[in-house]
Structure formats: C-alpha cells, structure tokens
C-alpha cells in the first residue's frame, strides 16, 4: 500500500462577486471567476508561483511536481500544506530533490494560459513515453463524453473565463472533472489526483476545453492517456508530440462531430451513431 502524504484542505472559493454596470447604466451583481497566487516552497525552497482558482491546491502542486519530473513517488512526498492567508503551499519530501538547482535552472515558457511553464527541455523524455498499444475508444463513448461535458455543472457556465479539464474512464464513465484559470493547472490537478489514487491512465481519455499544446500532449503521455480530447483545436508542435507518441487526437468535439489526426488506429468508428451523416466526419492523416 502506498503512503499518502499529509494534506491540508484549503479548496477556496472559485467565484467572486462584484457589482457591474451595464450598457444602460444599470447596476447589478455577477459573479466573475477567482484568480489567486500560489507561491509554492519545496523543503523551504521557493520554486514556483501558480495563478489559480484555487479549487483543487493540494492536487495541483502534487500533479505540477510530478509532471515537472522533478519527484518520481507520491512516496517521497511527506506533505503539502496550503496556506491561503500567505498564498503559498509548503512541500515536505522525505528524502529531498536531488540536483533541483540543476534540475529547475532552465525554463521554457509554454503557451498555456496564464504563461506555463515547463523546468528542462520540453521533448526530453517524449522518446521515452510509452502508452498502451491495446487502447482503443469506440465512437460512442466520444459521443458520451462531449454531451457529459455539455451538461456538466462549471463554473465557466457560471462565469466563463476559465478552462476545464476531465478525466474518463475507458466506459466514458467521468472519473474527476478540474477548472482553473489556465488548462495546464487543471491537467496538473488531474494528474495530482491520479497520483494519490493510484489511477493509471493507459485505458482512461483526458478531455479539455482549452487547445492541445505540445505541452498539452506531453502531459498526456507523462499520464500514460492514450487519448486526448478536445472542443478545441491543437497546433503543430502538439500534433507533432501526439504523432512520435502514437497518442490518438481528437480535436473539435462537438455534438457527433469530431476531428481526428492522429492513432486512427485506436479509434473503433460505429458508422450507425450517425447513419447518414457519417460521411460528415472529417479524418486528417495519421
């Protein structure tokens, strides 16, 4: 059995009120979304400020320091502690980081929202991903997927300016379901949440609201996610990652309606979903 780490349960608010005029003068009150500061310290050391919405803190910092390669176990993790009246969250492993100067002196800048940011080189462990050659996702469950995401309580219906993540499992079944002020945080709190419930991915579809960066994708396969969804786009860098990795990518989920560039493979297509408008689904290459 794996050793959990010690959490606090500091979930804040994710919506603030403010009093707005409208184009007639008239006031009244709407709900924006939060965005806060987290200033996270590893072992007393100052690594990294996040803007959250600060919903899921702890499984952000947990999925951050994983997907940054930077701690190998959720073992090795003692606890993480978050603390909002400073707006920062104390990280106690039990061994230290080994060469974290090293390790954290170079930084790429990614395109995530909010700027992400990503310690190392951004495609050295690309080569290394390997995801599960026996996934496969049947159309349906795509179809299953996009209307759970319609009809999802969020709060981008609430307020919008956010970005939303999921987690599947192979069923379509929704497994955890992370908004925050940029896509990379939410995927890091999926990631995070996987980490302590010792979820592996190599069945399980990651959906996003946001466009599927390289960063993006290589989350994904750092995750073991075979599949990766979005009602959005993706660029060229991402489809590039997506090809090396043999990850599927399906872009502009919408209603039965999808694109998908790369693992045809994966996909098991069932032309009777859509009967004569089967012929309306785009494939790009492979």
Request: charged residues 25%.
């Amino acid at each position: 059995m794996k050793i959990r780490p010690i959490l606090s349960n500091a979930a804040a608010e994710l919506m603030h009120d403010v009093e707005v005029m409208d184009e007639r003068g008239r006031l009244k009150t709407i709900a924006i979304p939060a965005e806060r500061p987290l200033t996270m310290y590893v072992d007393k050391r100052e690594l990294v400020t996040l803007m959250t919405l600060g919903g899921a803190p702890e499984a952000l910092t947990l999925g951050y320091l994983r997907n940054q390669r930077l701690v190998k176990s959720i073992e090795d993790i003692a606890s993480v502690q978050v603390d909002w009246e400073v707006d920062a969250v104390a990280v106690t492993t039990r061994h230290g980081i080994a060469d974290i100067e090293e390790r954290t002196s170079k930084k790429v800048v990614t395109t995530g929202c909010g700027q992400g940011s990503v310690f190392g080189g951004l495609m050295d462990e690309v080569d290394s991903i390997v995801l599960s050659p026996d996934a496969r996702l049947k159309q349906s469950v795509v179809c299953k997927i996009v209307d759970t995401i319609h009809t999802q309580q969020s709060t981008y219906k609430q307020t919008g300016s956010v970005h939303g993540c999921a987690l599947f499992a192979a069923d379509g079944e929704l497994v955890y379901f992370i908004e925050d002020v940029g896509r990379h945080n939410a995927v890091d709190a999926i990631a995070g949440k996987m980490w302590l419930d010792a979820i592996s991915g190599e069945d399980k579809i990651f959906y996003s609201t946001g466009r599927l960066t390289s960063e993006m994708v290589i989350k994904g396969g750092q995750m073991g996610i075979p599949f990766l969804l979005s009602r959005s786009g993706t660029t060229q860098m991402g489809h590039m990652v997506a090809e090396r990795m043999g990850m599927s990518l399906l872009t502009r989920c919408s209603g039965k309606h999808f694109l998908l560039l790369t693992g045809k493979e994966r996909l098991q297509f069932e032309p009777q979903l859509l009967g004569t408008i089967f012929q309306n689904v785009e494939m790009l290459g492979y």
